[in-house]
């Protein structure tokens, strides 16, 4: 009796604990999908894209048609360098939701990083970014993000008037929108600025970085312009300041530390200028900044390290493109050294950047002066 009732028990306990498995399961709660997009967007406002296109993949297994999920993705994905990927999820997001300005907004800026990444591969892509444009401008006549996008991509097709009139139009409209983020009106001072910077008017140039850094003083692109249209218009204090600034907020940034030691060296400065331009060569990207060198060897030179100079000089002259200028500083680098063998190496040095600009006056006097 008891060996027959045993399978029965047993039996009636699976089927218990099956069914309380199978009752536990359907009382859990679904997943959140705003959560998932707000963790997606977080992450991706940290710059840890692969993060954010997780929580935001996990949005979209839950609703395939959310669309601040797929725009959430597209822009994981290009952040990640995937912009096949991002395209297709920015047009799933505009196919989902065609009266939303946003997904347009984001499809016109994936468009243009292709045309930037391989402008011979995808030649059409500023056209294709006007056109995206040109929808979300049709849904949100009155948003700034969309006269902004406008203007970066007018700017980058080379139409600087007609990109001027784009974001002064944001400008305009920012100026009313309690919605958009210090960050954000600044963002667009910092556009409008370049384009007077390129169309000659620095002085309203370094009035509109100027805002721009009022709107937002912890944004570096907007000291860091600031800093150099005030040095190019001879404002060396005011260049100082706002370069320096640009260098404590963003220490590894290359163009800020190398705008501040050449800033520093040209006006007048040389001393100070060295142990910036020392800091900005051990920066990535600086091998790609020959002039960086050249300018270090200068500095060299007028503190008498001569040894130094020669050293930077060699490198600034061998580093493409090859300049003029590098191999006349390379030649003064040789004579203020003045060892064996060294006027011949400035004679050789100031030749070469005679057949590569045969209208050096620089080289062509020192040659002189050898003879």
């Known amino acids: 009796m008891l060996n027959r009732t045993l399978p029965l028990l047993v039996s009636t306990l699976l089927v218990l604990v099956t069914g309380a498995a199978f009752a536990q399961e359907a009382e859990s709660p ?107 401008e049709a849904v949100a006549p009155d948003d700034a993000r969309v006269y902004n996008t406008k203007g970066i991509v007018l700017y980058e097709s080379g139409a600087l008037e007609e990109a001027r009139t784009a974001f002064e139009t944001a400008a305009d409209v920012a100026a009313g929108d309690e919605a958009l983020s210090n960050r954000e009106v600044s963002t667009i001072r910092v556009n409008q600025g370049r384009v007077y910077r390129d169309l000659g008017d620095l002085e309203l140039a370094a009035a509109t970085f100027r805002r721009g850094v009022v709107d937002d003083p912890t944004n570096v692109a907007a000291r860091n312009l600031l800093g150099n249209v005030l040095y190019r218009i001879g404002d060396c204090p005011g260049a100082r300041y706002e370069l320096s600034q640009a260098v404590t907020l963003a220490p590894t940034s290359l163009s800020a530390v190398s705008q501040l030691g050449i800033a520093l060296f040209e006006c007048g400065d040389p001393a100070a200028s060295v142990p910036v331009l020392e800091r900005a060569l051990e920066l990535e990207g600086a091998v790609f900044t020959p002039p960086l060198y050249t300018y270090l060897a200068r500095a060299y030179l007028e503190q008498g390290r001569a040894d130094d100079a020669v050293r930077r000089a060699q490198q600034g002259a061998l580093l493409p493109p090859e300049r003029a200028e590098a191999h006349v500083v390379l030649g003064d680098a040789y004579l203020a050294r003045g060892g064996d063998g060294d006027t011949a190496a400035a004679r050789e040095a100031y030749q070469r950047a005679l057949e590569i600009d045969p209208d050096d006056a620089a080289a062509r006097e020192a040659l002189a002066a050898l003879d």
């Open 30 to 136: 679904p997943a959140d999908v705003d959560a998932l997009v707000r963790d997606g967007a977080f992450y991706l406002n940290r710059g840890d894209c692969a993060l954010a296109q997780y929580f935001y993949e996990e949005a979209l297994a839950v609703a395939p048609a959310e669309v601040d999920a797929l725009v959430g993705r597209g822009r994981a994905l290009r952040c990640q360098g995937d912009l096949p990927g991002a395209v297709e999820a920015l047009r799933a997001a505009t196919d989902a939701a065609p009266n939303d300005a946003t997904p347009w907004v984001q499809l016109a800026l994936t468009y243009r990083e292709q045309y930037l990444e391989d402008s011979a591969g995808y030649a059409s892509r500023l056209g294709d970014a006007l056109d995206a444009v040109a929808r979300a």
